[in-house]
């Protein structure tokens, strides 16, 4: 049989094994069936001719082994049997085959989970050829594999994640597990989900923009001072118009804070105002009542002191002798 290939001496070649090989293989196979496999492996690099017989001899194994560890690695698919030799297959190959190729016969469960893992393909084949050339390495299919699993994203997600970092030249391992744990944080499934995400992301760096520009502010938002705008902008609801009334309440400060504008609008949202017109019927109440205080404070102020007048008068009496 003739075993195809071509490198050079055998003083500076070298025979790469994949890892796959001893993750799936080598439990499986006994010690001549892997001394075959290895034998051929290394022979398949030269492209010369060689018989059952000569693999024998080599390796010190009778006939019958041979033939028998031939088979074996041709149930698995490892070796391809030709009219004049063997090929051997690209076991990595297999393996992904194993993983994305539907089986004739599967109940619908499986069947379901089939079909899902063919998208999944496509899909990772589309990362493969948009943001690796066609060449991605076998590591990337199992931490995609590993991320489709562990944050259930869909194949659209799965892409834009990719999309994501490549347009920002983050195209590596750590960068990306961060902004997949940010979308799962933000309970992102669906490119749905996803859409959604950017609408509010979009909507807190416009109104962080704004609030900045009319504080005065040269430089960026803080990561607490982003957390306050999130709650006003997502937990309470509130546009950039009732945000910008307690903006304004900050002109009398001289040193005016996040944690007052906060105070502010967590007070109006308690007191659910909904609207800037709420908002300003509120503080224009509010405005009255502190002068009503201040009138009757006053008129306190004067009645008390028309009092001691004519006690202190009454006093001075009381001491005239007649």
Known sequence: ????????STLFSTTSIPDVFFTEYLAMANGNYIKVYLYMLFLSKYGKDIKIN??????????KSIQEAIKFWEDLGVITRKNNGYILNDIQEIELNKLYSPKLTASPEIAKKIEKDQYRAKAIDTINTLYFQGVMSPSWYTDITLWFEKYQFDEQVMLALF????ERSAMHRNYLQVVAN??????????????????????????????????GLSRQLTEYEKAFV?????DFNYDLPIIEIALKKTTSKSNPSFDYINKLLTDWNERNLRTPDAVEEFLKSMKQKQKDIKELNKKVAVS??????YDNLDALYANVKP
């Not at 049989?1 to 050079?8: C, D, F, H, S, T």
């Not at 000569?54 to 006939?63: A, G, P, Q, T, Y």
């Not at 999309?163 to 490549?166: E, L, M, N, S």
Request: aromatic content about 12%; glycine content about 2%; some cysteine.
């Open 230 to 234: 999130e709650k006003w902008s997502v």
């Open 163 to 166: 999309k994501y970092c490549f």
């Open 1 to 8: 049989m003739k075993l195809e290939a071509n490198m050079k």
């Open 54 to 63: 000569d693999l024998s001899k080599s390796l010190s194994i009778d006939v």
């Open 182 to 215: 940010a979308w799962h944080q933000s309970n992102i499934k669906t490119y749905s989900d996803l859409d959604k995400y950017y609408q509010k992301q979009e909507k807190l760096n416009n109104i962080e923009k704004k609030i900045a520009k009319k504080l």
């Open 304 to 309: 008390n002191y028309q009092g001691r007048k």
